[in-house]
DNA sequence: TTCGCTTAAATTGTATACAATTATACATTG
DNA sequence: CAATGTATAATTGTATACAATTTAAGCGAA
């Protein structure tokens, strides 16, 4: 019923992208027992996709595989975002660090030009094309710090940090403030200054976090 | 032909760890080629379980997938683990940190039985053991952390951690000051003092770190 | 010989069929 | 009426069959 997003990649990751959305958009809400046939038949494919997405979204940690159970949507809790920003706070910096050294001129430009595209939604108002702009911007500064274990840890549980950018950016102020932290981190980049970056990456997770726990009263639940 | 270890566990998780290890072990050097058909064979399954697998296995980073291409092992570079430990350092002084507010009674008994065995294997020399009791003792404090976004990251990548351990416990003297480090952290958590936990984290890995960087001339090899 | 095209083999992607296990409903018995 | 055991249905686990794609080989012409 439901289309797939794109088409040129496998039926296996368009399905894995199909029900990790879902999962994040509150589609399937927490608790929610995913059988496969259901799967299968409201993405039009068959079981074997189906599967090796669902083994996938295990290790994402959205969901949880018990063995001829089948799959159940894990939530996630206000701690586990709580806990995100306090590890995403080492580990930006490191990544912001790292890539001071190492980010290349093209990178500068992408992310220079996802600034400027930060500043025409924020005029906008559009918060959805934020919250990507917002994704993308980290993602440049994780693969511009050339390490392979930063990537891959941040690119592993990336929709915890997906679902909590939601929640904040919804807040204009909040989206202003980011992108001014933005702002601050590129300009700690073109500088090649190690110091001004990690710090810059500090307060701006730090200030992410302040803002979220004054937002976070009603936010995800955990289905323990 | 070889025989796959517990029989319990689904066939898919079994082969998920059978390759695992094999790459880890080097069995499967890193660039070699994965052939689904090859993998089926060598562990008298079909093809299904092992697809799966190596789809996790892409997540944890040990292959990569390409479609209509196969698996290559991806090796793990000095460089990565390095990284690796720069990462640990802020992630465990967290997980101590937090471990040392929330560790029950049945884990503090888990980890001193854990040290008690170290002492012992240290005794007799038992490297690999050893490593194992290492790689234990840490699960324990990660999962005392009671935080699921620091297990779901410290298991992600375990077996990069894992490698390391390898390399760094082959040296009993380095064995000696872990177990010493271990003790420091284990005081720090029967007495509940967070900050006492983080700091022995952070001098534990530091340590660590500083003793591989004098054993890393020639160790992993990347292969991009 | 070498370049290029065609074709065949190998490999992965997907679907379906079958086996094993679990959950549910119903009947039987105390 | 409650409890339990059995049978049936539903669901997952595994294997196999088929389609799509890539790689390689073979063949021919310049």
Known sequence: MKKIAQAHNSLQTQVFRAIETAI???????GKNLTEAMLSEELGVSRTPVREALRQLEFEGLVRVETHKGAVVVGISEKDIRDIYAIRMQIEALAAQWAAQNVT???????????AMQEFYFQRGDCRQLRDL???FHTLIYTAS?????????????????????????????AQSALTEHQEIYEAL????CEKAAASAIRHIEKARAHLAAVLTDAGENKD
Chains 1, 2 share one sequence.
Do not use: W
């Open 190 to 193: 073109t500088g090649r200054d």
């Open 146 to 174: 050339r390490s392979r274990p930063i990537c891959l840890m941040l690119g592993s549980f990336h929709h915890y940090t997906s679902k909590a950018r939601s929640i904040a950016l919804v807040d204009l102020r909040r």
């Open 105 to 115: 001129e093209e990178e500068l430009s992408a992310l220079q030009e996802n600034i």
């Open 24 to 30: 994040l958009d509150g589609v399937f809400a927490p």
């Open 134 to 136: 917002d994704s993308d």
